[in-house]
């Protein structure tokens, strides 16, 4: 069975860093375009990352400058270093994944979540 599988939450004070993982577990072919999302309480999941499998990535303004989104395709994990960490980062983070399947034969793209990671940034 497929699984992301997340880690590197924590609480950190303003200012600090955290570096998260996402590792994909079971056999796929493949993975696409991967991503980071986060969502904090009373708020909508909002996109803080994506990387193509080429290397191409994308960041919501709110993260630029601050975050890395990096992945390692030979091991299947997806990363995100959070540097300069603000109390507004505080959210639970969500990694996804388009992922290329071998079902019964034939190749398949589906699309999974991580079961999410908290973050807690204290002023």
């Known amino acids: 069975q497929v699984q992301l599988v997340e880690s590197g939450g924590g609480l950190v004070q303003a200012g600090g860093s955290l570096r998260l993982s996402c590792a994909v577990s079971g056999s796929i072919l493949s993975s696409n375009i991967m991503g980071w999302y986060r969502q904090a309480p009373g708020k909508q999941r909002e996109l803080v990352a994506s990387i193509t499998s080429g290397g191409s990535t994308n960041y919501a303004d709110s993260v630029k400058g601050r975050f890395t989104i990096s992945r390692d395709n030979a091991k299947n994990t997806m990363y995100l270093q959070m540097n300069s960490l603000k109390p507004e980062d505080t959210a639970d983070y969500y990694c996804?994944?388009?992922?290329?399947?071998?079902?019964?034969?034939?190749?398949?793209?589906?699309?999974?979540w991580g079961q999410g990671t908290q973050v807690t940034v204290s002023s």
């Open positions: 996804n994944a388009d992922l290329w399947l071998n079902v019964a034969g034939t190749t398949r793209l589906h699309n999974y």
